[in-house]
């Protein structure tokens, strides 16, 4: 490819309202143009990388015996209402009307479209076990489109669904699953973590985010200094403390505290460290009333609460609920609650003599204990992990709290979707059974971004060298001098034969700004030809990684570039 018709216009500054780096760069490198909020255009530099993920995923699910199939990004809405995500879905999924009014949606995943079509078409034990798998755009109308591909309103997927006569043979599927996504991600140049993920309210699923660590990140999950547990902050727990401490119980006393409503304000005030007050938030779940208490240092987290709740919903309490319990919000504490379940974080266990709410407006209530001043009706882990807790899983490991990017998604849904759509299969015995069923996600468009988040300096990309969208530039460095444009065609010719994927940059332009636009597309290896390195009969090769610089003889330049390329990253 010549750089002078590459259709690739690089730009000096990122345009206006992108923060992410990725974002920037990609943007900057011309690999993509936005269109609009979440959507974008792959220019033919952004294209080729797209394609090498593309392929990289292809190659592992099709080694890990996945069949390729592709399904319409267009999807009827019956099988979306039969299985209640029609409406779970709400405003996030795209929604249009055909001439007819049928109402279609544009597909933000597929299980509605792929359990119908092995439904009907196998029927038997015997047909088991398959997996199919597709490399689709999907559309998802996300509230917060951000940080360019990371999280786009239009994106590409890699969706794969197995399905399964029983739960050892899922088990199977999603082992072989998980291994292709590791591999992948390696072949990648990710640095990525394998985390549990928040099992969602349908407890007993198993489900496993692929994290890549980077900065941006939206998702915070937490991992073991000492050993391999690891899982996102909203399903992580930690060893419950040991209690209760043995410090002399206080009498209960009523203190005031004026105008006192939050944790920092009470704290100030009375000069006590949050960690020795108590946190008491009020929830509705269902019919009841529940009080939630925390050390005053720590958040609910309302996804384990609502776990601990399920089936009933959980919801926040409103001015008039408080009046109507006769309760002061902001002053709340547990002694004495009548008709409200009081649910206690172990961490509560491990302390004495807290400052709560007195129920009382303006007042709090010092050395307050557990069974003495209130009871506890449910000891529940419903506490946000913090950096610093003691790991659950080993004894010697601190957890770390860090931001990643999602670049893959694997669940073990069993029957969550064949038992609302039926499908079903005859078994050994010839008795009727819905399919045990896997889907397996992978963001293909983000993986671009979230590589460029982990491998980018501030002159601009830094491929790694199986997604560069070329493997090498010769720059010719004086376009005013014969031998050095001979030279860099020659070299570029013989290497094109070799079929190494490179670019000339023969633009009229300095050689300043080619090594710019090197350095900001980021191709492994540039082949710099110059009149000085001519006249010493050599060419120099330069690594973009590690800014390495080689010096070749002429002759022997096109012949070392697999060698140079096979030592890059
Ligand atoms: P997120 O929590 O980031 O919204 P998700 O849980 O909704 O992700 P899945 O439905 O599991 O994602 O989709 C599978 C994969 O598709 C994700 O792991 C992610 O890599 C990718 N993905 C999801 N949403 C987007 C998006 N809006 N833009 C780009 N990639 C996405
Ligand atoms: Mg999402």
Known sequence: MRASQLFARTLRDAPAGEEAPSAQLLLRGAFVRKVMAGVYTFLPLGLRVLRKVEGIVREEMDAAGAQECLMPGMVPSEPWKATGRWQAYGEDMFKLTD????????????????TPIVDADFSSYRDLPVNLYQIQWKYRDEPRPRSGLIRGREFLMKDAYSFDKDADGLREAYRKMVEAYRRIFERCGLDFRVVEADPGLIGGDVNHEFMAPADIGEDLFVHCTACDYAANVQAASSRAPEGPPDEDLQPMNVVETPGRATIEAVSEFLEIPPERMLKCLLYRAGDGLVAVLVPGDREVNEGKLARALAPSAVEMLTDEDFRRAGLVRGFVGPQGLEGVTVIADPHVRAGANWVTGANKEDHHATGVNVDRDFRVDRWEDVSTVQDGDPCPRCDEGTLRVGRAIEVGHTFQLGTRYSEPLRARFLDEDGKEREFLMGCYGIGVSRIVAAVVEQHHDDAGIVWPKALAPFDAVVIPTNMDQEDVIRTAEALYGELRDRGTEVVIDDREVGAGVKFADAELIGFPLALVVG????????????????GDRRDLPVGEAAEAVPGLLAEAP
């Open 531 to 546: 009149s000085r390195g001519l006249a010493s009969g050599v060419v120099e090769a330069k690594f973009r990684a590690t």
């Open 99 to 114: 001439r007819a009014g049928r109402e279609i949606g544009l597909g933000p995943t597929h299980e509605e479209v792929i």
